[in-house]
């Protein structure tokens, strides 16, 4: 598990200093994929996707395609989607439903609880030699639901999902609940699927807490097209937490998020001023989930990374976002759309046409980042350009532990949660114990200390 | 006589369509905003990989319904061509070089008449090259059904599906119009 890779000194988080060969370099993408696509807990998909038994998605973990399937029985899998007699992709269909997943090389065909079932011709060329009950789909070790959405690590020995997503689950619960505060409740309204020249973790810093690259999306911000802008409000979105006190926290396990920390006593602001029937809706759910939650209704969402390649939109929008590495300089970016199953039609309809309008390769505010992720990743590999590292030296030292939330949280724009994303990445790649990968191990603490 | 009067009118009607294109192309993105009717529905569904026999029900995202890569109106283009006109849309600053190129017109369907032809549904096949700053580059194939609203001398554009041949899309951005 050693790596040859100068890694303590091409990440130098003391100093806020980090080279750009990990954004370029084939090696550092190989290293990636070994040490730690191969251990951390990855997005897969939504179990609204698959409501019935024998309904299966084909989803990707990092370069791999993987089957995510309600097995005839009503139990969830995730199968590397490769027969394991030449490796051909079993499923080559994005979602459906069937009781038998057959390879069209050679007819190898697998349940869909990932069995060996169907061999051509056993008796005559395998019979006595090939033990089907080993030769099953390749199923990840490690699986977990959480409020619909399905997640898995290849490692065995990866601690409980839970455990991974340690306090950041607060701000995940916003995403994930129903507006009202509901536990849970969210279904998947559309995915959108798309390649980008560029690394995939300029993508996953800039969920992580990168609020400072605002200016990047001043088109936006002066025609407006948030949920208010047909009626002549400016600004991408709505301004709902215009009282709060926006808070970065990242968590040990290299989870970052930008959330609202909103006073004791704080109102609805009126919202999708075109449409009095979702701003009504909003301000029902608004009153329902203060009832609720209490306290921790005081956590609004913006965006946030939960380690290592997992994004999300909170609110507006409302999305989970997944980068997978597709070679140093290029990821397939997937983006599942979210919304509360229980929503009336209307406002269903106004939040996919905000979504539409805003995300995405299509979406007039990440058009923009993505411009950048591009050029970014482009004019930082030249041999001259990659001796000089990138600067993550914005508010060093500005964060409190647990205060107002757990975690490690600025109240000024920073790039602490870079800087932990970066510390945690670097231990992945060292191969560090799950204990140091948690920031529970002694390592870590001596360093801190 | 209906004959001529038929080919007369898909002259007139690839005229205008070229016409169109070449707005974009020249980049003149507010007289092209000119030739949508104000109830413009613009449509470009994402495409699956689907299994035989499933295809008319499964293929194509829905208009009207979910997650598209366009599903809009003619508000939603102005914004579009507002934004590239604020000239700090980074996506399109500087502004990407396109061609559009279209093929395969032919008159699906014409109301109430050929002779007096005032709601015309026209398919085509688009080609749209774009080139952008240095070395990026895209090509965008695919089929068009567009329906045409008879406008004085002229035409609106009253409905545009655009059939790209694509699955996981293979361009970093849609940031041009189509």
Sequence with gaps: MTTTLPIDRMIDTERGTISREIFVSPEFHREELEKLFTRAWLFVGHESQIPNPGDFFVSRMAEESVILCRDTMGTVHVFLNSCRHRGMKVCRYESGNT????????????TTDGKLQGVPLYRVLYEGQLDRSEWSLIEVPKLHLYKGTVWASWDAEAPDFMTYLGDAVDHLDQVLDCRDGRPGGSEVIGIHKWILPANWKFAAENFLGDTYHNPSHRSVDMIGIGPSARAGQTGRRDNEYNKGQHVWASFPAGHGVHSVWMPEEFDYQPSYAQYPVVDEYFRHCFYERKKRLGDKARIMPFTGNLFPNTSYHGRQPRALCVWHPHGATQTEAWRFFLVDADAPAEVKDVLRRFYMRYSGPA?????DDMENWLYATASSTGTIARRYPFNYQQSMGAYKHNDPIPGDVSTQITEQNARNYYQVYARYLKGESWASLLGTGDAVRAAAE | MSRLDRLALKQEIEDFLYMEADLLDQRMFREWLDLLAEDLIYFMPIRRNVKFGQHAEKENTKQGEGISWFDEDKWTLGKRVEQILTGVHYAEEPLSRVTHMVSNVRLLEVSPSVEDPRDVVVGCRFLVYQNRVEYESNTFIG???DTLRRNGESWLIARRELILEQ????????????
């Excluded at chain 1, 009781?99 to 697998?110: I, K, N, R």
């Excluded at chain 1, 979406?363 to 058009?367: D, N, S």
């Excluded at chain 2, 699955?167 to 189509?178: E, G, R, T, Y």
Aim: with cysteine.
């Design chain 1, 99 to 110: 009781s038998l997943f057959v390879c069209p090389y050679h007819s190898w065909s697998y």
């Design chain 1, 363 to 367: 979406g007039m505010t990440e058009q």
């Design chain 2, 143 to 145: 089929r068009r059904i």
């Design chain 2, 167 to 178: 699955n996981v899309l293979l361009a970093k951005n849609l940031s041009i119009l189509f």
